[in-house]
């Protein structure tokens, strides 16, 4: 698969089937992710990677909390988003939002339907491998999108595998849990999780893409030659 064709092909994936990915092809992904620039080669990303049983350990830590206790988690470590979402980033989100939760027939006015899709999340909608990617708390922006860049990579290597994956931030609202059941450092600050499997392709959540806008809306050009007419 070339690159193109990885970027192409890449989604959010939110349904797996249980087909297990072996340590040997993670490992593979991530060594040639950590090929991903970094400012002054600080290479600050840093992962934990679970599988089998100890992905099962976790889910059943959450599975009950999540279902009854706390639907949003124990409370981000970081803001997700800007407080104030300003336009035109607002109308984006809730377009994606829509179009996600329109795929799987939850109306907009269902907020426990959405709850329950958005606590998916915290079973890694049953991808068999959930990465955690975290960094040094000491990191600032640039560090911040040196791992954005590195994720980026995971994702797309996967697809040279025929494996997809779904980044997911909403892991860090339950940062106070994964901290001791990963034996994190307090040093360190988890950035998201990334699911990682083969995608079920049928199910109705990953049956829709997400848009994009076109380059004149988010790019200027100066100085080129003035594009040969086409015939
Ligand atoms: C850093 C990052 C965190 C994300 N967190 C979540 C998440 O917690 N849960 C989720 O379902 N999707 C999450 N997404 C997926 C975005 O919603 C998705 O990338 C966006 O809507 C574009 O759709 P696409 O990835 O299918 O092209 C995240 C994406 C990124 C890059």
């Given at each position: 698969?070339?690159?193109?064709?990885?970027?192409?092909?890449?989604?959010?994936?939110?349904?797996?089937?249980?087909?297990?990915?072996?340590?040997?092809?993670?490992?593979?992904?991530?060594?040639c992710?950590?090929?991903?620039?970094?400012?002054?080669?600080?290479q600050p990303?840093?992962?934990?990677?679970?599988?089998?049983?100890?992905?099962?350990?976790?889910?059943?830590?959450?599975?009950?909390?999540?279902?009854?206790?706390?639907?949003?988690?124990?409370?981000?470590?970081?803001?997700?988003?800007?407080?104030?979402?300003?336009?035109?980033?607002?109308?984006?989100?809730?377009?994606?939002?829509?179009?996600?939760?329109?795929?799987?027939?939850i109306?907009?006015?269902?907020?426990?339907?959405?709850?329950?899709?958005?606590?998916?999340?915290?079973?890694?909608?049953?991808a068999?491998?959930?990465?955690?990617?975290?960094?040094?708390?000491?990191?600032?922006?640039?560090?911040?999108?040196?791992?954005?860049?590195?994720?980026?990579?995971?994702?797309?290597?996967?697809?040279?595998?025929?494996?997809?994956?779904?980044?997911?931030?909403?892991?860090?609202?339950?940062h106070?849990?994964l901290?001791?059941?990963?034996?994190?450092?307090?040093e360190?600050?988890?950035?998201?999780?990334?699911?990682?499997?083969?995608?079920?392709?049928?199910?109705?959540?990953?049956?829709?893409?997400?848009?994009r806008?076109?380059v004149?809306?988010?790019?200027?050009?100066?100085?080129?030659?003035?594009?040969?007419?086409?015939?």
């Open positions: 698969m070339d690159v193109r064709d990885a970027v192409a092909t890449r989604y959010s994936c939110r349904a797996f089937l249980p087909t297990p990915v072996p340590q040997t092809i993670v490992r593979d992904i991530l060594e992710a950590a090929r991903a620039p970094s400012g002054g080669n600080l990303w840093l992962v934990h990677v679970v599988a089998g049983e100890r992905l099962e350990a976790l889910k059943a830590i959450l599975r009950p909390r999540f279902a009854a206790e706390l639907p949003r988690g124990e409370g981000a470590e970081y803001d997700v988003y800007p407080p104030d979402l300003k336009e035109p980033y607002y109308s984006r989100r809730a377009r994606v939002g829509n179009q996600l939760y329109a795929s799987i027939g109306p907009r006015e269902d907020r426990p339907g959405r709850y329950r899709q958005f606590s998916r999340n915290y079973l890694f909608y049953d068999p491998v959930g990465i955690f990617v975290f960094m040094d708390r000491s990191m600032g922006p640039p560090q911040w999108s040196d791992v954005g860049g590195f994720i980026q990579n995971i994702m797309l290597l996967a697809r040279a595998h025929g494996l997809h994956t779904c980044p997911q931030e909403a892991w860090t609202n339950w106070k849990t901290t001791p059941f990963l034996k994190l450092s307090p360190h600050i988890l950035f998201c999780g990334i699911a990682l499997g083969f995608a079920d392709e049928d199910a109705p959540i990953n049956r829709w893409r997400s848009e806008e076109g004149e809306a988010f790019a200027r050009f100066e100085g080129f030659a003035a594009p040969e007419p086409r015939s």
